[in-house]
């Protein structure tokens, strides 16, 4: 299984940038999916999830009202938004599919059980 995830870069401190994660070949419209990311020398977390139809979505205090998740089942796509970047955003962004037909969200990383290869994202200040 394949997950294409793209869209990361260099930013300043306050820009915006969307991430994508695609999943050719395969879809994915009847699973949850999520981001994560893993900054430096940390440890990988949780940053936002979305159901199967987009009705729930799932984001971390530290991205709340920044960032937004959304889905196009149609392109068996994912995406975030995230906007106001802060430095602390930082890092290797990761997208992820929870295996189950219209399994509930999950913020635990060991709940899924596809990865795609990261994106890195870069924030200065």
């Known amino acids: 299984v394949q997950l294409q995830a793209s869209g990361g870069g260099l930013v300043q401190a306050g820009d915006s940038l969307t991430l994508s994660c695609a999943t050719p070949?395969?879809?994915?419209?009847?699973?949850?999916m999520g981001w994560f990311r893993q900054a430096p020398g940390k440890e990988r977390e949780f940053v936002a999830a979305?159901?199967?139809?987009?009705?729930?979505?799932y984001y971390a205090e530290s991205v709340k009202g920044r960032f937004t998740i959304s889905r196009d089942n149609a392109k068996n796509t994912v995406y975030l938004q995230m906007n106001s970047l802060k430095p602390e955003d930082t890092g290797v962004y990761y997208c992820?599919?929870?295996?189950?037909?219209?399994?509930?969200?999950?913020?635990?990383?060991?709940?899924?059980?596809?990865w795609g290869q990261g994106t890195l994202v870069t924030v200065s200040s």
């Open positions: 070949g395969r879809t994915f419209s009847t699973y949850a």
């Open positions: 992820a599919v929870k295996d189950g037909r219209r399994a509930a969200v999950a913020v635990a990383g060991s709940e899924y059980n596809y």
């Open positions: 979305i159901s199967w139809n987009g009705g729930t979505t």
